[in-house]
């Protein structure tokens, strides 16, 4: 089993900035990718950002430039160093991650539960 937590989200001004990390927890021998997705009320889930285990990335254009997405591959970890955040980056942000569980190469694919980011003033 392999257990994804959020944590990070506030809320914050806009303007402001901030980093949300996820931690993956268990029986995990590397990392394939991590990402963050975003689902504002009444919108579908989107990507926001996604990274490999060996630093490739890409982002939602709504976000290019602002936001930031980083990986530990020793800690499995990711972050999301968000910037000049605008009210519509308003969502619950959910990292997701597909990791090896062994040295095979069996998988893991699961989500964490979500953290709630609202930008306001």
């Known amino acids: 089993q392999v257990q994804l937590v959020e944590s990070g989200g506030g809320l914050v001004q806009p303007g402001g900035s901030l980093r949300l990390s996820c931690a993956a927890s268990g029986r995990i021998t590397s990392m394939n990718f991590m990402a963050w997705y975003r689902q504002a009320p009444g919108l579908e889930r989107e990507l926001v950002a996604e990274?490999?285990?060996?630093?490739?990335?890409r982002y939602s254009d709504s976000v290019k430039g602002r936001f930031t997405i980083s990986r530990d591959n020793a800690k499995n970890t990711a972050d999301l160093q968000m910037n000049s955040l605008k009210p519509e980056d308003t969502a619950v942000y959910y990292c997701?991650?597909?990791?090896?569980?062994?040295?095979?190469?069996?998988?893991?694919?699961?989500w964490g539960q979500g953290t709630q980011v609202t930008v306001s003033s």
């Open positions: 990274i490999t285990g060996g630093g490739s990335s």
């Open positions: 997701n991650a597909e990791m090896r569980i062994d040295w095979v190469g069996s998988t893991w694919h699961g």
